[in-house]
């Protein structure tokens, strides 16, 4: 990761709290005064208003707001200690990224078109691609994992997948 | 007697047996390999549970549970590389042991204790979970929701990291749980007329996106790290060494039984309080953290102490402990069964087979274990370029299984990056699930609360019950004050003198 280690000096501690509490403050306030009013129907007649189906998520919708204004906070006045090393990583190449998304695509895009099997094989040899597999029988891999996959899930699973090209 | 039939008939079905073995081999695996957690094999097992039967099934998910508990401990002794967070305090001394020659010694150590451990906390299970149950019979709506409430705010009082973060996750989890129509009233709530959203959000999708994903993405994202193995060489453990250790092996199971029954405490907790335990106890503190067998035993016997002791919440109050045992809960869903006081009542055989299981699932665990210290090298060799891409068509096929639509897949692919997304800002992944399940059940208790009595808030405070729930409520929220005000206090001190707090 490129972001350098804040210290005592800077003005935000831990700028990644602050863009994700600006992100849930906007979030919040979305949800309160546009979602809300617009998206959870409310019946004519109500007894109590905490029976309203707009009850619960328009507290949650608050809470949300003062928790993103202290998440926000916290991220200009505590840098981060840098126990949740998840945050802190080196990054490899672009493409191999850029390969992964083609992979995820091909399966959402075509997985009903192609069915399972195709989807999986084309899915699973991008991503061979994309971290090098220098074995060339493990390509091999890439076509009997995604046909014992599907087998496993519809005929011993009993769990249905399209299987062929639409 | 009749009973007894009953549960043996339903407990000696060839497929629970391998049910369990399976789960077992496929949790001790996963957890062995570096980057691979069990939640996350628990997760994918999910949707391969839909056709089987719901003792099998359960016991399938429970093994996987099991076997990844001591599987993290593989990678903890020999390459320094916790497979669960539960494992980092068997590295304490497990690693020292293995520098030392003497890794064989620390695995045999850490399978037995796990063994145990587990099988103590399976009894503990089996005695307190029908005994609170039965409490738990005398519960109305009005008890169920402060006991939600006070199961939400420990789950993010004791959650690890920021808990303003722990915070926003189990509110953003409850908030998605609302989406769909109202049970009350039927209207839409947030589906933007989707019809696929109309029956709520998918729980399967859910899981799989914001456990595999996020690491599939990283490790597309990361650069390659050096691939670290090792084998498990020197003697194993001697009978006087595990008599020597039993003593810490027992206080050990223990703590992890009183820690596990609480929900949101975990297993790293209770591994490192054992293992502080161990130490005190000791003749020798000195030698604790560089290599003393002991350590290893009173970490591990911590942290397995705790798998049959989460499922008491669950099994007694349909309250999930932690992620697992939430994952656990999804599965009695899928197959129609509500956990709770209730269902000792109404599936009482089904109970004890899930009983009978579990406790044998102790003993599968360590003839898989002492295979998996034999066969190491050949399961941590496989490289993750081959292992992920196998992963990711599990998480496709997986979700899209649940409802057969493309729709679940790309929900879960959202979710997969709302997981990332959480990974980056150290928003923890655990109370959002808690979330996602208690956010409903929450609503509905109040809901029925205020049904029953006609509107009148008292109700909520009705009788001993709701006070005992308000007290600990309370108490959850002071206790998680009082660990955010210790560990700023703690931070500004490591930042006034940062020679000290290195």
């Known amino acids: 990761m490129t972001k350098s280690r804040s210290t005592g000096g800077t003005l935000i501690k831990d700028p990644w709290d602050v863009v994700a509490g600006a992100v849930l403050l906007g979030f919040s306030l979305l949800l309160l005064f546009y979602l809300v009013p617009n998206y959870i129907g409310e019946p004519p007649i109500l007894q109590n208003p905490m029976m309203s189906p707009r009850w619960l998520p328009t507290i949650v919708g608050w809470l949300l707001l003062v928790f993103s204004l202290l998440m926000m906070i916290q991220g200009v006045l505590v840098a981060d200690d840098g126990e949740d090393s998840g945050r802190r990583f080196e990054r490899g190449p672009w493409l191999r990224f850029a390969l992964m998304a083609l992979a995820l695509v091909v399966y959402v895009g075509l997985f009903e078109m192609l069915g399972a099997i195709i989807s999986g094989i084309l899915a699973t040899l991008i991503l061979f691609i994309a971290h090098p597999v220098r074995v060339w029988w493990v390509y091999g891999l890439a076509i009997a994992f995604p046909v014992g996959v599907s087998l496993l899930f519809t005929e011993v699973m009993n769990v249905p997948l399209p299987m062929m090209p639409l | ?502």
């Open chain 2, 1 to 502: 007697m009749e009973n007894f039939t009953e549960v043996l008939q339903l407990f000696l079905a060839t497929e629970n047996f391998l049910a369990i073995a399976i789960g077992v081999v496929i949790g001790v695996t996963v957890g062995s390999i570096p980057g691979l957690t069990a939640t996350m094999a628990v997760a994918l097992a999910l949707p391969f549970t839909f056709s089987m039967e719901p003792v099998a099934a359960i016991l399938l998910l429970v093994g996987i549970y099991k076997g990844g508990m001591y599987g993290g401990s593989i990678t903890a002794i020999l390459i320094r590389t916790p497979g669960s967070p539960a494992s980092a305090c068997t590295l304490l001394d497990g690693y020292p042991m293995a520098q030392q020659g003497e890794a064989k010694k620390a695995l045999k150590m850490a399978l037995y204790s796990s063994v145990i451990a587990d099988f103590i906390s399976n009894i503990a299970l089996i005695f307190f979970a029908a005994y609170l149950a039965k409490i738990a019979l005398n519960f109305g709506a009005p008890e169920f929701f402060w006991l939600i409430c006070f199961s939400l705010t420990i789950i993010i009082s004791l959650a690890s990291g920021s808990m303003i973060k722990g915070l926003i996750a189990a509110l953003l989890g409850i908030l998605l749980s609302l989406v769909g129509l109202d049970s009350v009233f039927g209207s839409q709530r947030l589906t933007f007329g989707n019809y696929n959203l109309m029956d709520s959000i998918s729980f399967i999708p859910l899981l799989i996106g914001l456990f595999a994903i996020p690491e599939i993405i990283e490790f597309y994202r990361k650069k390659v790290v050096p691939h670290l193995t090792a084998k498990a060489s020197g003697a194993g453990v001697s009978w006087a060494e595990l008599k020597h250790s039993l003593k810490s092996i027992i206080r050990g199971s223990l703590i992890g039984v009183a820690i596990g029954a609480i929900p949101g405490t975990g297993a790293t907790a209770a591994a490192f309080i054992s293992y502080s335990d161990a130490k005190r106890r000791s003749p020798h503190p000195e030698r604790f953290g560089k290599g003393e067998v002991e350590g290893v035993a009173a970490s591990e016997a911590g942290n397995n102490g705790v798998a049959g002791a989460t499922l008491i919440p669950l099994l007694s109050l349909g309250i999930p402990g932690d992620v697992i045992t939430a994952i656990i809960l999804g599965a009695f869903m899928v197959h129609g069964l509500t956990p709770g006081p209730l269902m000792f009542q109404e599936n009482l055989t089904l109970i004890y087979a899930l009983f009978l299981g579990i406790m044998l699932s102790s003993v599968i665990l360590l003839f898989v274990g002492n295979a998996a210290i034999r066969y190491f090298s050949l399961i941590a060799d496989i490289p993750k370029a081959i292992l992920f891409p196998i992963v990711l068509m599990f998480c496709v096929y997986g979700a899209y299984a649940v409802n057969n639509d493309t729709f679940d897949v790309w929900l879960m692919l959202a979710f997969g990056l709302l997981g990332y997304v959480f990974n980056r800002t150290g928003i923890p992944a655990a109370p959002f699930l808690i979330g996602f399940i208690l956010g409903p059940m929450f609503e509905d208790n109040l809901r029925r609360s205020l049904l029953i009595g006609s509107n009148d808030l008292s109700i909520f405070m009705r009788g001993p019950i709701t006070w005992f729930f308000i007290a600990l409520t309370v108490g959850s929220i002071l206790l998680a004050l009082y660990r955010f005000m210790t560990s700023r206090h703690k931070a500004k001190r490591r930042a006034d003198d940062p020679g000290k707090g290195a």
